[in-house]
């Protein structure tokens, strides 16, 4: 195997990652709303946040 594939590997799973954590802090957001410890407009801004937190800046890719 070569060492090129490891490391794509590796962004995948990172990738992946990410992707779960969105999903779960999501569903944990959508918890709160239907227990009413935060409002849906709360709930969708603490979404987009997390969204927002979650991406790449457009400054650090140019940077790299």
């Known amino acids: 195997m070569m060492f090129g594939d490891e490391m794509k590997k590796v962004v995948l799973a990172g990738i992946g990652a990410v ?7 999501k569903e944990l957001v959508d918890e709160l709303v239907k227990k009413g410890e935060l409002t849906v407009e709360q709930g969708k801004v603490l979404n987009e946040e997390l969204k927002r937190k979650t991406q790449p800046d457009a400054a650090e890719k140019t940077e790299e």
């Open 19 to 25: 992707a779960l954590t969105i999903e779960k802090s």
